[in-house]
């Protein structure tokens, strides 16, 4: 069995046998993770989060290179297997600590900075400083679920008291209500119903 859907599949019901209190976020890095050094492909459930982007970058030293709107990751060689020539017990020894273990906030913050995190536990959010309820607002943004992000941005505003541009978080003036700023003003969709 090293088709990826299934080494991801078996590497996620490890995980919860095996971790039943972990965060989903965590179990999902851990099932990637496997899945990445068994099969050799990255994604499956979730993610990218700071513990997947971790394991991956387990394998030896890390350097992001961005040209345009082109991102990279290159790896420099190490002793350890190249992704794709792992063993599943081997790379679930060598997943666990990281996908459950303490992160070094360095690590993690160097990571955040250079890659892309979409699926991150609060407590590892909590530990590179970025608030989490930002980082969903971002992220129901990033995915196109504009619904939910403007719901979590209201929510936001709530407990802030904080007025806001629903699209970019520019604050807005105090008599502003529309929750949109002048550039987005568009987004409103009260804007365009009919007054009776």
Known sequence: MTDHPSVAARALEWAATNHPTASVQHRAAFANGVALLVTGESGGYGGPSIREH????????SKAIAAGSLSLTVLAPSPSPAP????????????????FGELDPELARAIARTETCRDDDPDDLALVGVDPAIAAIVGAWMSGEHGRAIALTHLWQAQQKANVCLVCGKRLAARNRSGYCTTHREHNPGRWRKKA
């Open 54 to 61: 971790a394991i991956a970058w387990s394998l030896g030293t």
């Open 84 to 99: 794709g020539r792992w063993g599943f017990d081997e790379a679930v020894r060598h997943c666990e600590a990281i996908a």
